[in-house]
């Protein structure tokens, strides 16, 4: 239990499919689905590393949006990539350190929007 996680996951809003020679394609083989079930087996190692079952994350956010505010969200643990979604084409990366995860959002708006997340107990 000693050695450090680290996990990246790179979701993207638009299309990264390529042929299998490497060169792009006009078909889309699902590759955000493919990113997604990458992200959700992260956030089960993350969840894992701390060593709680609590289902509800605390999201801080700064720089966010073209005025770059900072706030903070409380969203079940199913609902993290949800809240971090926007409307228009964006990228969100995933970093995962231990106990430590973030995340950094790019997109016409925003230059490098920070997320910070904390595992919470569950109301009961
Ligand atoms: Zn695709």
Redesign the pocket.
């Known amino acids: 239990m000693n050695t450090l996680e680290y996990n990246e996951v790179e979701l993207t809003s638009?299309?990264?499919?390529t042929n299998e020679d490497g060169t792009p394609?006009d078909?889309?083989?699902?590759?955000?689905q493919d990113s997604v079930w990458l992200f959700k087996d992260m956030m089960h190692t993350w969840r894992e590393t701390v060593g709680v079952k609590w289902d509800t994350v605390k999201i801080t956010g700064t720089q966010m949006n073209w005025d770059r505010v900072s706030g903070e969200a409380i969203v079940p643990f199913e609902k993290v990539l949800d809240a971090l979604k926007i409307r228009g084409d964006f990228t969100l990366r995933f970093k995962q350190e231990g106990t430590i995860l973030t995340a950094t959002r790019s997109s016409h708006d925003e230059y490098c929007a920070t997320f910070y997340f904390t595992l919470i107990e569950d109301e009961d």
């Open positions: 638009d299309c990264t499919c394609t078909d889309c083989f699902d590759c955000w």
